[in-house]
Structures are given as C-alpha cells and as structure tokens.
C-alpha cells in the first residue's frame, strides 16, 4: 500500500490509499476543530455542529440526506473528539462521488434549520442524560476534567444542558466560519479509490471552503491531577487513576504505550491476572494511554465492590509501580505484538486505514509508514518502556470515583503507594 497526498490551491489536504482488491471506498472529512478549540461561551458547540450538519442544506432535506447514501448501500456518520470532528462515508466503489458529494452538501450547505435545532438540542440533552447515567462513561468525563481543571480540554465534549439550550442558528453559523477552513481540513479516501478523481471531485465540491488567516487556537494544556468523588448508591465504584501521560508527537509515546498495553492490556496483563483472576477483586480492569497533540493521559480503570475498593487500590498500584522497575522482556514483547496487530488489522480495511491516514496527516502533515511504526515499536528495549512508565508514574496523581467512594485513595495516598511499592 502507497498512500499519496495533495495539497489542493485551497490548502485543503487530500490523502488516499488505493487498496485495488477491494470494491468499497471509504471517505472521511476531518478537521482540526473539537472541544478543546470552543472558547467558554462556546462550549458544546462542535458537538451541535455535527449533529446539525446532517439536518438539511440548500439541496437536500434531512431525509433526502439518509436516503440518498441509503439508497447506493452507503452509510453516513460522524464523530466530535476533543481536537477533531469527522463526518466519513462508506459506499461502493463506484458511488464514491457521490459520497464527496454529500459530504460536501451537508459541511458547505447546511441551513441549520430552527426547527431541527431545537429538535436536536433535545437528542443531545438526551445523550448527556445518558452519560450521566452511565458510570463507567461519566467517570472518565470526571477524570478529565479533574486532570485539566478549567480548560477547554477537560471539559466533556457534550457541552452542558444550560449551554446547549443557550445555542442558536447565530452561534453555529459562526463557529463554523471561524473554525472550519480548508488550510485546517485533511480529506481522507481508502479502498477502491482513485486519487486523482478524488482530488477532482473535491476540488470541484469543496470549492466553498476557504482558508482561514487566523483560526483559533486551542490554548496549551497544562496537567494538574487532583480528586473528584461522586458519591452516588451504585452496585460498584467504578475508578479511574491516572497520571500525566505523553503527547503522540513525544519520541517516548510508544514506549508508554507498550508500557500501559503490558500492565492493563489484555487477559494475561498484570492488573487483570492479580487483581481480577488472582484475587477476584474486580469485574472489570483496564489500562489506558491517550495523546493529544501537546500531552496525554495515562492511567487505569477498574469496577469493584464497595467491600473490595481497599484491598484493590494498592494492589493494582503496586502492579504499575513494579512493573516500572521489573516489567519483563515476555510482557514487552507481547504489548508490542498486540500494537503491531491493531496496526495491521487497519490496514486491512478502508474505514480504519482511510481515519488512520488523514489522522497522521493532521498530526505530522505526512502518513508513516508500516516499517516505521513497527520499527520504532521494535526498536524499543526494556529500559526505555520501563523508564516511560517510572515518568508517568512520578506525576500527580488524578483520582476520579463514582459510586461507594468512602475507600477510595486520595492522590497523596496514592503517591505514597507508588514511592513505598
């Protein structure tokens, strides 16, 4: 696979990766505009965008939109993040055109009906409802918002209910001319595509989109760590501790990686083997590592009895700080396999590899290859993933709990465990 970018008149990126054996295409808009990008007053407002952007243009109704992309065997969705929102499209090959086409309508000529507006505040009031009803969701919103207090990055990407309700057809139409620009937008294509007929077609079609001299900004984020407890009459406590982790242009963000993928990454990691298989302290463990563009998180969740949060939390601390001085040469090995595996398995199908490779082109304005990722991943030695994890391990702690929380450890306590493990 060669994957092959262009950089139209407009700024606006095109890149694709033909995979001839196929008879699908996938297709996919990005831009560099999500959550963290909101100014305060604007808070929830990448998320509305989204939404509204399926809810009728100058052409097309809402229904006219799901049937047309219904109708050639399509689908259509879309997706806000905290530094990116994606509207992407999976048709055969011969309608990609027509999926340009839509995609263009409804990100260039969207009307932002009242009527749908206030129709779909209320579906967005219902799914932060239903975060709020959802634990093991709500925790991680807490999580954030805890590790980056006061800054658009840790605020949930939903927005609150007082703040979408405040939201009219004004405050979309703006933000959209403020922050979608073409010199910020990567279109990605993957499948049976043609590169140059992309290039034509959206040229042709996106033509509306123009650059932007001055973009926003999404201010620097700072990590901070700190606690937050809801105390709510739930079955489990569901647990999130995490620490300062590393951005994805960092050249130790792989190490952390395997590091997080070998304590918390599977059946045989060391926090699900000791504290679920071992002790049976918990239903449900798990390590994370997420980069954003100028940090990241690191850290694990686990689910657990109220009866069982005091035995849980030093054991699974003591996984992580062991692992930082004694994680063996089999663990690495395994993590890195399971990374080379989720890797490969991208490029394997045209929706991931068509999110992997305009993700690595907003990122590195360029798309890494294969032998460049695996190289980097195999070139690590065991001092490299364990000094990665000890680093992480040394930042303030964040504690984030929902549920039976009286037992839960505060950050100092937790940064006693690690110094004395």
Known sequence: MSARITTLPSGLRV????????????????????SRHESRGEHGLSHLLEHMAFKGTKRRSARAIAEEIEAAGGDLNAATSTEHTAYYAHVLAEDAPLAV???ADILTESIFDQEELEREKGVILQEIGAVDDTPDDLVFDLFNATAFPGQPIG?????????????????????????YASDATVIGAAGAIDHEQICDEVERRFSALAPRAAAPAAPAAVYQGGEIRLKRRLEQAHIVIGFEGLSYASEEF??????????????????FQEVRETRGLAYSIHAF???????????????????????????????????ASSLSEAEAHRAKAQMKVSLLTALESPSPRCEQIARQ??????????E?????????????????????????????????????LTPDRVAQRLRAS
């Open 101 to 103: 086409d839509i995609l």
């Open 254 to 271: 792989y190490a952390l990686q395997v590091f997080a993928n070998a304590v918390g990454g599977g059946m045989s990691s060391r926090l």
């Open 361 to 370: 082109v907003m990122a590195f304005d360029r798309v890494l290859s294969r």
């Open 372 to 408: 460049e990722i695996i190289g980097a991943i195999d070139r690590l030695d065991i001092a490299d993933i364990r000094a990665a994890g000890a680093r992480a391990l040394r930042s303030n702690p964040t504690v984030a709990a929902i549920g039976p929380v009286g037992k839960v």
């Open 155 to 179: 605020r949930p990407i939903l927005g609150t209910p007082d703040q979408i309700a405040s939201f009219g057809r004004e405050a979309i139409g703006a933000y959209l001319d403020s922050h």
């Open 289 to 323: 590592h997420w980069g954003y563009s100028d940090t990241g998180l690191f850290g694990f969740y686990a689910a657990t009895s109220a009866r069982d949060i005091a035995e849980l939390m030093p054991v699974a601390l003591d996984c992580l700080a062991e692992a």
């Open 15 to 34: 890149v694709t990766d033909a995979m001839p054996h196929l008879e699908t295409a996938s297709l996919g808009v990005w831009i560099g505009a999500g």
